[in-house]
């Protein structure tokens, strides 16, 4: 495997970048991802990705915004350009303070994932997480992990993070 991964200021407000993975065995290109951002305000960015991953081709269009220090905000509209078909997704972070970070994540069909990670000492680190169908969960039908239909599935779940000195 090869890779390459380039971001370039074009001019004062306007990046572009690339990063390219190609299988060396296979001789052909795994994932291709071409970008051009403009930072419309200090903390308000736009952006525009063309995504190749194996035969996959997408574009996608990308707004985030810094409200203050502790929390952003972010969508993304996506065209799968083989399908045709036209996603979204819309993102929130918020940090607490510098222990606690709350993270939210839903799309157009209404799956959702949120988040709360805590830094219990600076080695050890607690993420509580959950995530499911928002239509489900609104009408008291949510379903357990082994649900036959992804779309219907929720879960929960706590996970641990050590890190050595």
């Known amino acids: 495997m090869a890779q390459i991964d380039c971001i370039a200021r074009l001019t004062k407000t306007v990046y572009g970048g690339a990063k390219v993975v190609y299988d060396d065995k296979a001789r052909s290109v795994e994932m291709a991802r071409y970008g051009v951002f403009w ?5 308000f960015l736009l952006g525009l990705e ?9 574009v996608e269009g990308i707004i985030n915004h810094k409200v203050d220090a502790n929390t952003q ?3 993304s509209i996506t065209l799968d350009l083989d399908k045709r078909v036209v996603s979204t997704r819309s993102v929130i972070e918020k940090r607490f303070d510098d222990a606690m970070v709350f993270k939210g994540r ?3 069909s209404g799956l959702f994932d949120v988040s709360l990670t ?12 959950t995530g499911g169908s928002l239509s489900n969960v609104i009408n008291g039908q949510a ?5 036959v239909q992804k ?8 996970s641990f993070t050590f890190t050595p000195i």
Not at 118 to 129: E, K, R, V, Y
Request: hydrophobic fraction near 30%; include cysteine; aromatic fraction near 6%.
């Open 73 to 75: 905000l972010g969508s």
């Open 143 to 147: 379903r357990c992990a082994d649900s």
């Open 151 to 158: 779309s219907q599935q929720t879960y929960a779940g706590v």
């Open 106 to 108: 839903v799309d157009n």
């Open 118 to 129: 805590g830094q219990l000492d600076p080695t050890f680190s607690a993420t509580f997480s």
């Open 39 to 43: 930072k419309a305000q200090k903390n």
């Open 50 to 58: 063309l995504n190749q991953v194996g035969d996959q081709r997408m």
